[in-house]
């Protein structure tokens, strides 16, 4: 059988966040081969009270979205803060 590439994200370790100025974002900025990307996850709708006018506010989520085009490089393993991410051939 054909072997493949495996990239995890622990979600319990990960600290991403696309609003939060302190989330990080270093796997996604640092891939050389732009493997992950993100996605809305969860959309709300809520009036301001100030304004009446609607917002929406989404929560976004990293995911790894092209997996077969990692190098095995190992450079977002080693960059992450956290620990969250493991690569493997499988
Ligand atoms: S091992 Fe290298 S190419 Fe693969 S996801 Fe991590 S940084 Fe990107
Ligand atoms: S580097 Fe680690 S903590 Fe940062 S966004 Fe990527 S997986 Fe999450």
Redesign the pocket.
Known sequence: MDKRNQIT??RD????SLYDPL??????Q?CPQGI?CTLPVEKTRKTKPETGKWEEPTVWQ?LVAWEDNCNLCGY?VN???????KVEVV
């Open positions: 994200i622990d370790k990960c600290r991403y989330g990080c974002k270093l796997c996604i640092n992950f990293l977002c960059i992450c803060p956290y620990k969250a991410i």
